[in-house]
């Protein structure tokens, strides 16, 4: 069984930064894709942004030009730079990975607050 690890969320001013980090519990698992989604109270959990094995990324419309999204395959680790902060972005945050098969592997969440 492999677990994602999540660490990086907090409390930030409007315009401030953070970087959250996710890693996966065994070194010698590759994942296919990996990404960030988030949940609002009161909405639905969406997407933020996902990475593949290669590379290759996309962002949701609202985060894109402030958020970067990168992996460091060696370490088995997805980060996410959170630049320009909004109170908007105020979520727990859920680090999401995808195996090679139909597996789906979720982390426990980390709070991400932005006051004014």
């Known amino acids: 069984q492999v677990q994602l690890v999540e660490s990086g969320g907090g409390l930030v001013q409007a315009g401030g930064s953070l970087r959250l980090s996710c890693a996966a519990s065994?070194?010698?698992?590759?994942?296919?894709?990996m990404g960030w989604y988030r949940q609002a109270p009161g909405k639905q959990r969406e997407l933020v942004a996902h990475i593949t094995s290669g590379g290759i990324t996309d962002y949701v419309d609202s985060v894109k030009g402030r958020f970067t999204i990168s992996r460091d395959n060696a370490k088995n680790t997805v980060y996410l730079q959170m630049n320009s902060l909004k109170q908007e972005d105020t979520a727990v945050y859920y680090c999401?990975?995808?195996?090679?098969?139909?597996?789906?592997?979720w982390g426990q969440g980390t709070q991400v607050t932005v006051s004014s």
């Open positions: 065994r070194n010698n698992f590759r994942f296919r894709v």
């Open positions: 999401n990975a995808y195996g090679w098969g139909s597996d789906v592997y």
